[in-house]
């Protein structure tokens, strides 16, 4: 059974700041890896998918990297700004022959506080 | 592209009662996804169907809960005789059938059992 594990639950930065937020799990037949954010009391909007035969995806200040091999993801996140606080969630996905895209195995998430 | 809506947004019930939410995907889309998210908890797959037929349900999903997708367009979940551990956010989600293709997030039913 897939597990997804994101530490720590929550973090806080200053603006500007570049960080880094982990996430691993523990199948490494994964199909693709995707991060999320979620703000509060809202559904999920999906940030960068990361296929299986990729190493990164970036869009704008996101830079998501995977390491199947390791199970390890991360989301990196250049600059910061008081607009990025929200929770990021990873999720998995399983292999083609076990259902791909279907089922998403989503780790608790990192609940991220900008500070201006 | 209107995106996926779930109606209502917030329920509140008494333990006991039935509850019954909606999911409309985006148009194109025929995958549908249920997830379940309790406080502090990343969402938890229930269901997914592609057109009308329901493709896997998770043992989340108890003899209480049913799903269905009669047309292959709209959805519903329905839970029975709701009990105060049912108390969630409601996620339903849709996708192309395509792999690699992401799944597109509805704003969430909160359900409250009291």
């Known amino acids: 059974k897939q597990e997804v594990t994101q530490i720590p639950a929550a973090l806080s930065v200053p603006e500007g700041e570049n960080l880094v937020l982990n996430c691993s799990f523990t199948d490494s037949a994964i199909y693709n890896l995707q991060w999320f954010r979620q703000d509060p009391g809202k559904g999920l909007t999906s940030l960068l998918l990361i296929q299986s035969s990729q190493r990164e995806q970036t869009s704008g200040r996101l830079n998501a990297s995977l390491d199947k091999s390791s199970g390890r993801s991360t989301l990196y996140i250049a600059a910061s700004q008081p607009g990025d606080s929200a929770t990021y969630l990873c999720?998995?996905?399983?292999?083609?022959?076990?259902?791909?895209?279907?089922?998403?195995?989503f780790g608790k998430g990192i609940t991220l506080s900008v500070r201006p | 592209d209107t995106g996926v809506s779930q109606d209502p947004r917030h329920k509140i019930t008494k333990r006991g009662q039935n509850v019954t939410f909606r999911c409309d995907p985006i148009?194109?889309?025929?995958?549908l996804y249920w997830y379940r998210q309790t406080l502090g908890q990343g969402p938890e797959f229930l269901t997914y169907?592609?057109?009308?037929?329901?493709?896997?349900k998770s043992r989340l999903l108890s003899d209480r809960f049913s799903a269905e997708r009669p047309k292959g367009s709209f959805s519903t979940l329905e839970i029975q005789r709701t009990e105060q551990g049912d108390s969630a956010m409601y996620l339903c989600?849709?996708?192309?059938?395509?792999?690699?293709?992401?799944?597109?997030f509805g704003p969430g039913t909160r359900l409250l059992v009291l």
């Open positions: 148009s194109e889309h025929n995958r």
């Open positions: 989600a849709s996708s192309l059938d395509r792999v690699q293709e992401t799944q597109y």
């Open positions: 169907f592609q057109n009308e037929a329901q493709l896997e």
């Open positions: 999720a998995a996905s399983p292999t083609l022959f076990t259902g791909a895209n279907s089922k998403l195995t």
